[in-house]
């Protein structure tokens, strides 16, 4: 059977690293907020190129976070793609602001830079893009309509570790950028784990003291803080993984590669690659007319493949108030495209049964 992600044995690759970080942990004694967390945050900073980086609890926290700390005027709108993974709508929503949501790109699936200065309005404070299925957004595009409006950009780079954009990392290409370690991402802790990173040193400051009650000197709180904390061991458990991240990108780029060669069949749409850096593939997503036939066609020749996803934000019963909404390009989205297996720790033997299958259907 091909696994859409195996990912017992991606951390299987880590045993005797992850088995020593335990230990280390389990006998210093010390359980959140500290050195390992500290440690982590700052290779981390590192890897993205950013002056900071703050681990907390998840990556739907992690937005939710530069949101609390950039303290918009309640009802301020926020841009955001309406096609993307729910938690970005969800941390706009939770922060008492008000989503508006832009159709992508059919291409590349991301946010479509000429659809925004049209939703623009006096109540507009900022825009927060969606790097999605690893690839990144049209940076260049979305910074200059942020200039001239004023705005802020926020990345949710939750599916976009490492890629690259015009020689910046994802999590450095805008004011500030959430992240998320949710075991299946492409750095995925062993639980729920995220982290923003921002060049902001005074954003970075207060959503350091926002991760935990508002507090800064124990049992004295400033704000009206939330408890969001990477834990001291998923900090640690990073820390290892994160040293081998981009191999385990470049083993995902080979697997999309291939797949790019050599898939031909007029009823798939390959994704399209804006730059090879720019693409860490969390997933490969195709597009065809009946992609239920397809994933039961490949599911019978043992190869599992998943939808990203099934029912778009503004059509979930979540956001009833918009149900009634027609976004067509985020709609036929939603409605064709399927996932294929890719990860790490997949060779091109398995690539080549997947090809094969989707070359004679
Ligand atoms: C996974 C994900 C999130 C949320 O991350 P969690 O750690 O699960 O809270 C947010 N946005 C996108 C695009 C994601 O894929």
Same mark, same amino acid.
Request: aromatic share 8%; net charge neutral.
């Given at each position: ?19 020593? /970080? ?37 990556? +739907?926290?992690? +937005? ?38 832009? !159709? ?13 200065? #049209? ?69 995925? /802790? ?41 834990? !001291? ?22 697997? /999309? ?17 804006? /730059?090879? #850096? ?10 065809? #007319? ?9 599911? #019978? ?38 996932? +294929? ?21």
């Amino acid at each position: 059977m091909i696994k859409f992600l195996d990912l017992k044995k991606i951390n299987e690759q880590y045993e005797t690293e992850i088995n020593q /970080a335990f230990q280390t942990f389990f006998k210093s004694g010390w359980y959140m907020l500290g050195n390992s967390l500290k440690v982590f945050e700052q290779e981390f900073a590192q890897y993205c190129g950013t002056r900071h980086c703050i681990g907390v609890a998840n990556g +739907l926290d992690a +937005l939710i976070l530069i949101l609390k700390a950039y303290d918009f005027e309640p009802g301020s709108e926020v841009i955001v793609p309406a096609n993307t993974y729910i938690a970005t709508i969800l941390s706009i929503s939770h922060s008492n602001l008000k989503p508006i949501l832009v !159709e992508p790109d059919i291409n590349t699936y991301n946010i479509d830079p000429a659809r925004i200065e #049209e939703k623009i309005t006096d109540k507009t404070k900022a825009i927060m893009v969606v790097h999605l299925y690893g690839q990144a957004t049209n940076m260049q595009a979305i910074n200059k309509i942020a200039q001239k409006h004023n705005l802020k950009v926020i990345e949710d780079s939750a599916q976009s570790h490492g890629a690259v954009y015009q020689g910046k990392r994802a999590g450095n290409l805008s004011d500030a950028s959430g992240f998320s370690f949710y075991p299946g991402k492409n750095l995925g /802790a062993l639980g729920d784990g995220g982290a923003v990173t921002t060049n902001d040193d005074k954003l970075a400051e207060k959503i350091r003291v926002l991760r935990n009650y508002g507090s800064e000197i124990k049992y004295k709180n400033q704000y009206k803080g939330i408890n969001s904390r990477l834990d !001291e061991l998923q900090a640690a458990i990073l820390s290892v993984k994160l040293k081998n991240l981009d191999n385990e990108t470049n083993n995902r780029r080979k697997i /999309a590669e291939y797949y790019l060669n050599n898939i031909k069949n007029n009823k798939i749409v390959l994704p399209m690659v804006t /730059a090879r #850096e720019s693409h860490v593939w969390h997933l490969f997503v195709i597009r065809t #007319e009946n992609r239920e036939q397809l994933q039961k066609y490949l599911q #019978e020749k043992d190869i599992q493949t998943m939808i990203h996803y099934p029912i778009a934000p503004h059509k979930q019963n979540a956001y009833k108030e918009w149900n009634h909404r027609c976004l067509s390009i985020t709609e036929q989205i939603h409605s064709q495209v399927l996932s +294929l297996p890719i990860s790490p720790v997949m060779n091109i033997d398995e690539a080549k049964v997947v090809v094969d299958a989707i070359n004679n259907y």
